[in-house]
């Protein structure tokens, strides 16, 4: 990078101090002289030799100068090359493709989440993306994600949040979710959203992802279409005041592995025997 940036200019000031120091050292090198016959050619070989260290001096800072330019443009290169912190965090990108909001460096907070589905209408493979994109929404923006266990059952966990899905809820068809408790909060089925620029995937995966804010401490923002807390859109970005909060809030939920850098994949509990794990959810 260097050579390509100053290659024109570093090549144009070594030739000019060669072209300088060959014209200091013409005629400052003291020729052959035969042994002094007179006190006066003495004089002048040692006035030839005194001239001949004023010149060589001059070449030493020569020298020296342009080893100062090169270590100059040097460090201009390094400096310039150096990585903006904000474009070595890890990046989010947008479920539709453009960039999204990016996650500080840090620990990501694991919570643990239950997923019940026995009065959904949807299988549990069908929850799939649904169940991705809850993580994807969290995890890209806030360093937040969920380790979830699918359920049959109503069995709420000890410690966490847990989520039902249910084609109607009992306010009616008008209700998409709600927040009561960290093991209260229902979602329907299929949403009915209003559009937004930068969409999210699944209607169910926003609203749940929506429902879990409030979990994290976060009130509604209705300030845009894109907002994950805005009242029925496809929105699903966070500010940085969100996500701090949010973050703060996950902290003491979260299990005690912060070096982790995402959650596993949704596991499917056997309803009878609901600690034991069957299989990880799959689109195969």
């Known amino acids: 990078m260097y050579f390509d940036k100053y290659g024109s200019l570093m090549g144009g000031l070594w030739w000019f101090f060669q072209y300088c120091n060959m014209r200091l050292f013409r005629g400052s090198i003291p020729r052959a002289v035969l042994p002094p016959s007179s006190g006066g050619d003495a004089v002048i070989i040692v006035r030839r030799y005194c001239q001949h ?6 070449i030493l800072k020569n020298t020296a100068l342009l080893s100062a330019v090169v270590l100059a443009l040097l460090s201009l290169d390094t400096v310039s090359a150096a990585p903006d912190p904000a474009q070595s965090q890890p990046a989010s990108v947008h479920i539709d493709g453009t960039s ?6 840090g620990p990501v907070y694991r919570i643990p989440l239950r997923i019940h589905l026995g009065a959904s209408d949807r299988s549990p493979q069908e929850f799939k993306e ?19 266990q699918v359920v049959l059952d109503d069995e709420p966990l000890e ?14 068809l008008g209700m998409n979710g709600y927040f009561r408790s960290d093991h209260d909060i229902q979602v329907r089925d299929a949403p009915l959203l209003k ?6 995937r699944h209607p169910t995966a926003r609203t749940a992802a929506h429902e879990c804010g409030h979990g994290l401490s976060l009130s509604h923002r209705q300030d845009s279409d894109d907002n994950l807390m805005r ?16 973050r703060r809030a996950a902290a003491p939920m979260a299990l005690s ?15 009878e025997r609901p600690l034991r794990p069957v299989h990880v959810l799959s689109t195969k």
């Open 257 to 271: 592995d912060a070096l982790v850098r995402g959650c596993a994949k949704p596991v499917l509990l056997d309803r």
């Open 195 to 200: 559009p937004a620029e930068h969409p999210a």
């Open 130 to 148: 649904i169940l991705d994109e809850i993580n994807h929404i969290w995890l890209s923006q806030a360093g937040i994600c969920f380790e979830m």
């Open 159 to 172: 410690w966490g949040m847990d989520i039902w899905f249910m084609p109607v809820l009992p306010g009616g």
């Open 231 to 246: 009242s029925k859109t496809y929105g699903w970005q966070l500010n940085d005041q969100e996500i701090r909060d949010a």
């Open 53 to 58: 260290q004023d010149q060589l001096h001059a």
């Open 100 to 105: 999204g909001p990016s996650f500080s460096p």
